[in-house]
């Protein structure tokens, strides 16, 4: 009975410190392929200004999640204080968890402009 609770305490032991030396620093949930900590971040007023300077490009953005689909989490709108831009993340097969309005997050994603002229990013990772 003793080696039973002592390998058992040693896999715990083990488990606790594969997942905090594997953790990401930010201590923020990484969603798709995420988002680096160190990525310049994009103002949306200066997306929603001139979005065809970005179309095509990657950019990463940083605001608060302002709308999201309510049903799966594979879309949603951030704003930071600037503008709002939406962000879709079905065509990278990740969602974010629902219930995320009002907290704070990064996406990274890929710019496109759609009929109206308006930005939107087809998010390839989020960092909540």
Not at 54 to 72: D, R, S
Not at 86 to 92: E, G, I, P
Request: include cysteine; aromatic fraction near 4%; glycine fraction near 14%.
């Amino acid at each position: 009975m003793k080696s039973i609770v002592t390998i058992v305490a040693v896999l715990a032991v083990l488990g606790a410190a594969i997942y905090f030396v594997a953790a990401p620093s930010s201590g923020g949930a990484q969603h798709g392929q995420g988002v680096s900590e160190s990525a310049p971040v994009v103002a949306i007023r200066d997306l929603t200004a001139n979005p065809q300077a970005y179309e095509g490009k990657e950019v990463v953005v940083k605001g608060k999640m302002a709308e999201q689909c309510p049903t799966t989490g594979c879309w949603g709108v951030i704003n930071d204080g600037t503008g709002a831009v939406r962000f879709d993340s079905a065509a990278s097969g990740w969602a974010l968890p629902t219930g995320q309005m009002g907290k704070q997050m990064t996406v990274r994603g890929i710019v496109s402009v759609n009929e109206t002229g308006t930005p939107e990013i087809a998010a390839v990772g989020a960092r909540l």
